[in-house]
T-cell receptor, first 113, second 114 residues
Framework: EDQVTQSPEALRLQEGESSSLNCSYT??????LFWYRQDPGKGPEFLFT???AGEEKEKERLKATLTKKESFLHITAPKPEDSATYLC??????????????FGKGTHLIIQP | DGGITQSPKYLFRKEGQNVTLSCEQN?????MYWYRQDPGQGLRLIYY???????QKGDIAEGYSVSREKKESFPLTVTSAQKNPTAFYLC?????????????FGEGSWLTVV
């Protein structure tokens, strides 16, 4: 059974204080690992897809990395507008073409001014 | 604008009633999905569809039904058999084929049982 565990559950940082969010996964063959941002009462917004160990992707203050067992979302010099819940999800190669993603419970990030 | 439109945003259901949540996409995606989100839990897959007139159960399909009569539409009915329907419902879509297919989400619908 595919599993995704995100840590910490919640994280409070000061503006400008860099940190990392962790996503550990167990999957029977990884087709892709996805990061989403979700604001309260909204649908998840796509951030990154990572396909293989060693891959990295960046967008503004965010950088996602992938190993064979986990992914990190690094946040550099965050601003209050980066406050959100960050979701990690995996798609297994053993699944069908559209059998969806397995999600973690998310990390609730608060950036204080 | 291209995207996924869910309606209504807020819906209240009385005990014993069926309700239908609408989902329309103009991204020309083949696959569509319905997820349920509860506080403190990850998103869970209810149903998905890869092609018109075909759909498959996800992890928590009991008490729900769907149809896919048009490529762009994938409505979800929450039946009276669903014992705990109060939740945030998310519709999503993606292309098929290739590497991991990015799934894009709508803005969600809140369903509350009163």
């Amino acid at each position: 059974e595919d599993q995704v565990t995100q840590s910490p559950e919640a994280l409070r940082l000061q503006e400008g204080e860099s940190s990392s969010l962790n996503c550990s996964y167990t999957v029977s063959g990884l087709r892709g690992l996805f990061w989403y941002r979700q604001d309260p009462g909204k649908g998840p917004e796509f951030l990154f897809t990572l396909y293989s160990a060693g891959e990295e992707k960046e967008k503004e203050r965010l950088k996602a990395t992938l190993t064979k067992k986990e992914s990190f979302l690094h946040i550099t010099a965050p601003k209050p507008e980066d406050s959100a819940t960050y979701l990690c999800a995996v798609q297994a190669s053993s699944g069908g073409g559209a059998d969806g993603l397995t999600f973690g419970k998310g990390t609730h990030l608060i950036i204080q001014p | 604008d291209g995207g996924i439109t869910q309606s209504p945003k807020y819906l209240f259901r009385k005990e014993g009633q069926n309700v239908t949540l609408s989902c329309e996409q103009n991204l020309n995606h083949d696959a569509m999905y319905w997820y349920r989100q509860d506080p403190g839990q990850g998103l869970r897959l209810i149903y998905y569809s890869q092609i018109v007139n075909d759909f498959q159960k996800g992890d928590i399909a009991e008490g729900y039904s769907v149809s896919r009569e048009k490529k762009e539409s994938f409505p979800l009915t929450v039946t009276s058999a669903q014992k705990n329907p109060t939740a945030f419902y998310l519709c999503a879509s993606s292309i098929l084929g290739g590497l991991g297919n990015t799934i894009y989400f709508g803005e969600g619908s809140w369903l509350t049982v009163v």
